[in-house]
């Protein structure tokens, strides 16, 4: 393999979390958990309840006090629904309870109702040996009052939101989404709903982006589409850079094109074009305008759609905080060849089948079913050919939403 002047992907990646620690987003507000999916922890999260907050019963059964209890059956004293609050249990008897209820006061044990026997005289026989503790869940096994439920930082989902509101909590305290202004570069470029010009292809960059996006939290400033022209990109960075956190583009990254993102950027400041080691991809221009930073993708659907999940991905969950941006991957068996690897690392669009990972047939960066056929991507490290039964990392697209 000849030395290659290509950037690795990790550095990449470590340069766009560097600039990420600058652009750190300070801001943040209360939103109710019902629209706080995808967003970004602000403070801890301290848990103010005990839970569960009183001794509660985790079958249904009976409660007694097995401390210095003699085996005979014991008379029913009362009931304990799920939200009720019990009375102190009477010494000598036991309380009917169901899951979920309070434990009352002065027992120390549920059996469950399979393991009893109801006599004629409506006691209570206990057909095998108790012990104190047994099917009761105490009060702070979960959590305590105080304990640090969820750290700043952490991305929300389901469980998370459903930890709060088990607190009481309408609303978490998330970072601001940050601002991203979308920008789709191409003379050939048209909007959906118009009819395709001759040369024309329909922008489905924008759809693709504007979506995953808002899946990671950001708000999406549609700048829509650039024609491949100086002039009009930097007025339209110029207004852009007052209210974005970040201008993103797709497209006019690729050598012998106009290239006019770059163009605008090298005009007022200091753009760098990376040549990465990554397929597909390669060329990802990166710098700021004025104080705004600007990433620009490649403008092929599948690159764009690798580059975005592999690095503005990372840049854009660090802005908000987070400190786990590298997306969970496994080792897969590869259910085909890779003879002949390139000196760049590719990612190839790959589903699980039978517990290997088989290929999209057409692994062309233009071609974006590919992705929606996949599961994820199959990396295959630069110069390594693969034969079948190999083993590869594999990162499923679930993660990098
Ligand atoms: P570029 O990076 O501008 O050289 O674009 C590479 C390829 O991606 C060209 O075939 C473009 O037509 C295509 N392309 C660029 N932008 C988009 C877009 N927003 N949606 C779909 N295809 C695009
Ligand atoms: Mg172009």
């Not at 106009?258 to 090298?266: I, P, T």
């Not at 930073?293 to 905080?321: K, M």
């Not at 994820?376 to 990098?400: N, Q």
Request: net charge negative; proline share 8%; glycine share 10%.
């Amino acid at each position: 393999m000849s030395a290659s002047p290509l950037m690795p992907v990790e550095d990449a990646i470590d340069r766009l979390l560097t600039m990420a620690e600058a652009q750190w987003i300070e801001d943040s507000e209360a939103v109710p958990l019902s629209a706080a999916r995808q967003r970004v922890l602000a403070n801890d999260l301290l848990a103010t309840l005990d839970l569960p907050p009183w001794p509660n019963s985790a079958m249904d059964g009976y409660a007694l006090n097995v401390e210095g209890w003699d085996g005979a059956p014991l008379a029913v004293s009362q009931q304990v629904f799920a939200g009720q609050a019990p009375e102190a249990l009477a010494p000598g008897t036991c309380a009917r309870i169901f899951t979920g209820a309070p434990v009352p006061p002065g027992a120390d044990c549920v059996e469950m109702q399979e393991n009893t026997q109801v006599l004629d005289d409506g006691r209570i026989r206990f057909k095998q040996p108790l012990s104190a503790g047994s099917n009761i869940r105490p009060q702070g096994q979960e959590n305590r009052a105080g304990d640090v439920l969820l750290r700043a930082g952490k991305r929300l989902g389901p469980f998370e939101l459903a930890v709060a509101a088990a607190q009481g909590c309408t609303h978490v305290q998330v970072v601001r989404r940050p601002r991203v202004a979308l920008l789709s570069t191409g003379d050939e470029l048209v909007e959906p709903g118009n009819p395709l010009k001759p040369g024309g292809i329909y922008n489905s960059n924008r759809t693709l982006l504007s979506h995953w996006l808002n899946a990671l939290g950001c708000e999406v400033i549609d700048a829509g589409i650039l024609p491949d022209e100086p002039r009009q990109t930097r007025l339209k960075l110029e207004q852009l850079q007052h209210t974005a956190d970040l201008m993103l583009s797709t497209g006019g990254v690729s050598a012998g094109d106009a290239d006019c993102l770059g163009q605008v950027l090298r005009e007022c400041g200091k753009p760098l074009l990376w040549k990465l080691s990554i397929k597909p991809g390669k060329p990802l221009t990166v710098g700021h305008f004025g104080r705004v930073p600007v990433i620009g993708l490649p403008g092929n659907p599948t690159s764009a759609l690798v580059t975005f999940g592999l690095l503005a991905r990372a840049y854009l969950l660090r802005i908000q905080g987070v400190e786990e941006v590298e997306p969970l991957s496994f080792p897969v068996s590869v259910g085909f060849a890779w003879p002949k690897p390139g000196s760049r690392r590719e990612y190839l669009r790959a589903k699980l089948e039978g517990g290997r990972a088989v290929l999209y047939p057409n692994q062309s960066s233009g071609v974006l079913l590919g992705a929606s056929w996949a599961d994820g991507l199959v990396e295959v490290l630069e110069g390594c050919a693969l034969k079948v039964g190999d083993t590869a990392r594999f990162i499923p697209f679930s993660e990098l939403f």
